[in-house]
């Protein structure tokens, strides 16, 4: 433990041996597709399958809900097809003919503000603001008094999750027995909603997820296509398989919300945070996504973020705060790399650095004076001497010619941890060890962390360690996000392996039976292995980590082009594990950053409803933003024509 270890499943994945949902053939699959709104708003009054129900090799066609139904975003399931092949199911898809009253929509946060605007649901788009913290008049007197005062408003886009591998299924229905093959954080959230959604119980449910290609969030529980995919497989009589386009998981699977900030915070000469006025309005699209063990995907943000504020008599910071919600003709949130945080963090710390300006401060040590946590405080000392803050910091504009070289710093805080996990461990007559928990691997390197415990407990070599996750039949664990993996399996991993060895070494009469000892002792048990149970140990895992990066940009006033020079970043990760895996998260983490603030983007088209790609990137590669967009809309239109 603590030592770099290659991934124990590396080698599988290079040699294309790992089998991802995508991958599973079970003997007389079905290629699975969904029939999606092309309305953005609609009223459906008659959907016919025969059709297609008639087409050669079609074995399966189903309605995503009633024939007569309302329709609230573009992309919207409306039926599902299973036929033999590919091109027969696409044929099928196209044979199902739609009947359907267009209605007005909105899918721009500025339109869904106005009274006015075509509601999504019976009531106004618009939700009433969830207020908190002190009476306008309070933080109104505080702002007169305050040395510097800065008002913003401050906008993150929406955001798309697009993992490497998309949503979907393999489904196998038999009777009242469903085993499911799915790319998902959680096995178990899978099988409940799949055990829910055929009414048969939890107990003849299995889900498998022996390799998946990332899910940020999005992908906990079945979704509506793991649902359709299996009443496909009830219905045809055989498994089917159900994979999302890359278009679908643009329209339908989440996204993180957006967030309009209007913000004003106020600081006295000496430089502490005197009050804070902050307003957010977000739309998580028709709906935001349930709580999961990622977090949520509601609009609202944990704004102000992290800087402490002063407080009057009642020992409450003096911050007003109104979050309101935007419902719109948009595919639903959900749950994103630390929902709430990221947009958070980008509108607190642009006042930030405005205020910082107005003081004539370092913005470092505008920082180190208003955040209270004792982490951060070391984060930050340490990330500037590496960093060289010193040398480089500059008062803005003060650079001459058309390339601008601009530093930054920023805080960041999360949860994490978990709890729940159960393990099970074998001791084999012939050394090997088999550890067994229903957690999966997102990718992350959960599958080695589970190899490099149980080796630390037995004194042997992680590649010695046979693991056995990400399936239903396995003791029961969590889903897998929001940095609650490592922290809910590793104890329960750490705690089988103990009871595991205590048994060994009671059976043989070997002291210690770990390291060099391992072979000798293992032979002493015969023919029969030693089999242990275990779980999360309160005491062995924590939550809480805070964070801070620093940035040095270099931009072309005259081209628009940006160039990330250096990025520092200090982590607060508790014990960690494997350093090799510690250090391609942050990477992972630095670059989803750099992403979200250059390149992401989701793009509605107005008179469409329809989902466009970012123009950002074409127009950097010379494409005129206008013309990228007539594109890119004229050729969609085409396509779904």
């Not at 004003?264 to 977000?282: P, R, T």
């Not at 935001?288 to 949520?296: R, V």
């Not at 010619?401 to 601009?406: L, M, S």
């Not at 250096?566 to 998260?585: E, F, M, R, Y």
């Amino acid at each position: 433990m603590g030592k770099p270890t290659t991934r124990v499943d590396g080698q599988a994945k290079v040699t294309g041996s790992a089998k991802y949902a995508y991958d599973v053939q079970p003997d007389g699959w079905l290629y699975g597709m969904i029939l999606r709104s092309k309305w953005a708003a609609a009223n459906v009054t008659k959907i016919d399958i025969t059709k297609a129900q008639a087409m050669p090799g079609v074995k399966a066609v189903i309605l995503a809900g009633g024939e007569q139904r309302k329709v609230s975003f573009y992309g919207q399931e409306l039926a599902a097809v299973a036929a033999t092949t590919k091109q027969q199911a696409l044929d099928a898809i196209r044979a199902i003919e739609v009947t359907a009253d267009p209605l007005p929509f909105v899918v721009k946060e500025d339109d869904a503000m106005k009274p006015d605007s075509p509601p999504v649901s019976d009531g106004p788009n618009l939700s009433q603001p969830k207020i908190g913290g002190k009476e306008q008049a309070e933080v109104d007197a505080l702002m007169a008094t305050a040395t510097a005062v800065h008002e913003a408003e401050l906008r993150t886009p929406v955001q798309l999750h697009h993992p490497l591998e998309t949503h979907g299924n393999t489904v196998s229905v038999q009777g009242d027995h469903i085993t499911a093959w799915a790319s998902t954080q959680g096995i178990f959230s899978v099988r409940d909603g799949l055990a829910g959604s055929l009414n048969v119980p939890q107990s003849n449910v299995q889900v498998i997820c022996d390799y998946m290609g990332g899910g940020f969030g999005s992908k906990f529980g079945p979704g509506a296509h793991g649902g359709l995919a299996a009443q496909l497989s009830k219905a045809a009589g055989a498994p089917v398989k159900l994979m999302l386009t890359r278009l679908d998981e643009g329209l339908a699977v989440g996204n993180r919300p957006s967030s309009i900030q209007n913000l004003k915070f106020a600081a006295g000469a000496d430089g502490k945070l005197i009050a804070a006025d902050v307003q957010n309005h977000g739309s998580p699209g028709v709906s935001g996504g349930g709580k999961s063990a990622g977090g949520g995907g509601g609009a609202g943000i944990a704004i102000p973020y992290i800087y402490q504020f002063s407080k009057t008599a009642d020992n409450k910071p003096n911050v007003r705060s109104q979050q309101y919600g935007l419902t719109m003709h948009t595919g639903p949130a959900s749950a994103f790399r630390a929902p709430g945080h990221p947009p958070a963090s980008f509108g607190t710390e642009s006042i930030m650095d405005e205020l910082a300006v107005k003081l004539n401060m370092d913005p470092l040590q505008f920082r180190l004076l208003n955040d209270p946590d004792a982490t951060r405080q070391r984060e930050y000392k340490e990330g500037a001497e590496k960093f060289g803050w010193a040398a480089k910091y500059k008062k803005p504009g003060s650079d001459p010619g058309p390339i601008k070289t601009g530093i930054g710093c920023a805080g960041a805080t999360w949860w994490g941890g978990g709890k729940g996990t159960q393990a099970e461990v074998q001791i084999n007559p012939d050394g090997t060890v088999e550890v067994r928990c229903g957690t999966q691997d997102l990718g992350t390197g959960a599958r080695t962390v589970v190899a490099i415990v149980a080796a630390e407990a037995f004194g042997l070599q992680p590649n010695q360690i046979k693991v056995k996750i990400g399936d239903t039949n396995l003791p029961p664990s969590g889903g897998s996000g929001g940095s609650s993996t490592s922290a809910s399996v590793s104890p329960a991993i750490w705690d089988a392996c103990q009871n595991a060895l205590t048994a060994l070494q009671q059976q043989t009469g070997v002291a210690d039976a770990r390291g060099a000892a391992w072979a000798d002792a293992c032979k002493k048990l015969g023919i029969n292995p030693v089999t242990a149970q275990g779980k999360w140990q309160e005491g062995l895992s924590s939550s809480g980590a805070g964070g801070v990066n620093f940035a040095e940009v270099e931009v072309d006033t005259e081209t628009g082009f940006v160039r990330v020079k250096k990025v520092v970043a200090v982590h607060d990760c508790g014990l960690i594990v494997n350093p090799l895996a510690t250090t391609s998260q942050i990477n992972g983490g630095v670059l989803c950053g750099v992403g979200y603030a250059l390149y992401e983007e989701r793009i509605m088209d107005r008179q469409t409803g329809l989902l466009l790609k970012d123009a950002k990137p074409l127009a950097q590669n010379g494409y005129k933003v206008p013309l990228a967009h007539t594109l890119i809309r004229r050729t969609l239109l085409a396509l779904n024509a």
